[in-house]
């Protein structure tokens, strides 16, 4: 569901919706301050945008949904598979090398940023547990989602059956053309997931290039797991570059948008 908050413009996804435990939004690119080649709710501090404008965006996404500073928790995101469980006192913390972030502390939310990789959204209505998830190609291979579920159980005792997810907006299967070492490693990893679904994970084109569906594959790796609530956004921040941050659409040099997942104080 697209939404705005004066110029600011996000999606909510429907089966999260639902929840009013929670407060959850994926932003666009729109309604910002910062100048090209960030335009303009670019939230990276470490890309080249001036500081006072990524803080001011920060500010924009905070106000849009009602939250403080002191309220967000997010990390310094490295492409891996490390998962953080976040406590009470985090609040305002930056985690050190962490993809995925999952909590059961209300008046905590958790914020990722992202430019082409896949937000994954989870909550646990009945443990009031979530947990948010930055899943790029790399990511997507060694499992970063269903890790996340795991140490959501592990932590809160949550059962994947009861899960609510999201997958957010990211590069599709359209754009997202991988080389031969990606396509090899993507082909290794998910051969079992491979075989549970009548689409390919790995397309290759009649030129020769291999295309990566990151959407389908972090869905089928959650099913697996026994997540059976599973909402897939389907839209591509490649060939939305007007409204989403795309790094290979812009050829590397763009913002980043935000996902924020929170439980209500």
Not at 30 to 47: D, K, M
Not at 52 to 71: D, G, K, M, P, Y
Not at 101 to 107: C, E, K, M, N, R
């Amino acid at each position: 569901m697209r939404e705005s908050n004066g110029n600011i413009v996000y999606y909510r996804f429907g089966n999260l919706a639902r929840y009013d435990h929670i407060v959850h939004a994926v932003f666009t690119r729109l309604g910002g301050v910062s100048r090209q080649p960030y335009a303009s709710l670019n939230v990276g501090h470490f890309i080249g945008d001036e500081h006072r404008a990524v803080e001011t965006n920060h500010r924009l996404i905070f106000q849009a949904l009602n939250l403080s500073s002191e309220a967000i928790v997010t990390a310094h995101q490295v492409q891996g598979h490390n998962v953080a469980v976040v406590e009470a006192g985090d609040g305002g913390r930056v985690i050190p090398q962490a993809d995925a972030l999952v909590t059961d502390v209300p008046g905590i939310a958790l914020m990722l940023r992202f430019a082409d990789c896949v937000p994954v959204l989870i909550y646990d209505p009945l443990r009031r547990a979530i947990g948010l998830a930055h899943a790029g190609w790399k990511g997507t291979i060694e499992g970063i989602a269903q890790e996340a579920v795991k140490t959501i159980a592990e932590a809160y005792g949550s059962r994947p059956e009861d899960l609510v997810v999201g997958i957010g907006p990211s590069i599709g299967p359209c754009c997202y053309r991988v080389g031969r070492d990606v396509a090899e490693s993507a082909q290794a990893s998910l051969d079992v997931l491979a075989r549970r679904g009548s689409a390919p994970l790995l397309q290759r084109r009649s030129d020769g290039s291999f295309h990566f569906d990151l959407w389908e594959a972090n869905r089928r790796q959650l099913a697996r797991l026994g997540v059976k609530e599973i909402e897939v956004a389907a839209l591509c921040t490649a060939c939305r570059s007007g409204e989403f941050f795309s790094h290979r659409a812009e050829g590397g040099r763009t913002g980043r948008f935000a996902a924020v997942l929170g439980i209500k104080g």
